[in-house]
C-alpha cells in the first residue's frame, strides 16, 4: 500500500525529467504527503500528457454522493482493479503520480504495535512516476469540479516484501520506459510485476 509520499524536486527539474510543463508553480513540493488529508500532489494525466497538474489523492467516482468514499480510494489494486465499483470506469483515466520518495512501516512484532518506518527511493534519488487512474468529480454543493486520483498497487517486490512485511504490497513504479505505455492505456496485465531497483532507509 502506499499512504505517505514526498516530492521535493523543484520545477526545472520536474520539466526536465518528465518532458512536460508544470501549471502551477507552486504546492508541488513537500517532504511529507499524507494521503488521508487528500493533498494534492503533482501528476500527468493521459488527456493533458505534456502538462504538470495538481490533482487531490484520493479517488472519488463521478457516481459517488460526496467525499467520503476517498479514505478507501487512496490506492488501488491491479488485480481487482476491473471489478471494483470505485475503479472500474476509470482504468482508461491513466495518470503518473511524481514522487520522489515514500514511506511504509516495518512491523517489528506480530501484531505491528513495534513498526520502523523506512523511506523509500530509487538508488539515484531522482525523481520517478506511480502508476495511478484519476476521474472528474462535481461536487453537488458548490458545483466545483474536483480531479483526483488512486495510485495502484501490486504484490511487493522483494525488498519491499521485507519492509511491508505485514500486507507485502507496493505501489506500481513505472520506469521513463514505459510511462507512456501507462499513458497510452497498455493493457493492466503488463503492469502487474514491480522490479524496479529501490533504497531504503531507516528514518
Not at 494521503?35 to 505534456?50: L, M
Request: glycine share 4%; with cysteine; hydrophobic share 35%.
Amino acid at each position: 500500500m502506499c499512504f505517505h509520499s514526498k516530492q521535493s524536486k523543484d520545477a526545472q527539474t520536474l520539466e526536465h525529467r518528465f518532458n512536460a510543463q508544470l501549471t502551477i508553480k507552486e504546492g508541488f513540493q513537500s517532504n511529507h504527503f499524507n494521503g488521508f488529508t487528500y493533498p494534492k500532489t503533482p501528476v500527468i494525466a493521459n488527456a493533458a500528457p505534456d502538462k504538470i497538474q495538481l490533482f487531490n489523492w484520493g479517488l472519488i467516482p463521478n457516481w459517488a454522493k460526496d467525499k467520503t468514499i476517498q479514505a478507501y480510494t487512496l490506492n488501488a489494486k491491479i488485480e481487482t482493479i476491473l471489478e471494483k465499483p470505485s475503479f472500474r470506469n476509470n482504468v482508461k483515466n491513466r495518470c503518473l503520480v511524481i514522487v520522489d520518495g515514500f514511506t511504509e512501516w516495518q512491523w517489528l512484532d506480530a501484531k505491528g504495535k513495534k513498526k520502523q518506518p523506512y523511506l523509500i527511493t530509487l538508488p539515484t534519488d531522482e525523481a520517478f512516476a506511480f502508476a495511478g487512474i484519476w476521474s472528474e468529480w462535481v461536487d453537488k454543493e458548490t458545483g466545483e469540479m474536483i480531479t483526483t486520483y488512486s495510485i495502484v498497487t501490486t504484490q511487493a517486490n522483494e525488498l519491499m516484501s521485507e519492509i511491508h512485511n505485514n500486507k507485502k504490497r507496493m505501489p506500481i513504479i513505472l520506469t521513463p520506459q514505459n510511462e507512456r505505455e501507462w499513458l497510452n492505456g497498455n493493457s493492466i496485465n503488463d503492469f502487474m510485476k514491480c522490479n524496479v531497483e529501490l533504497k531504503a532507509k531507516p528514518i
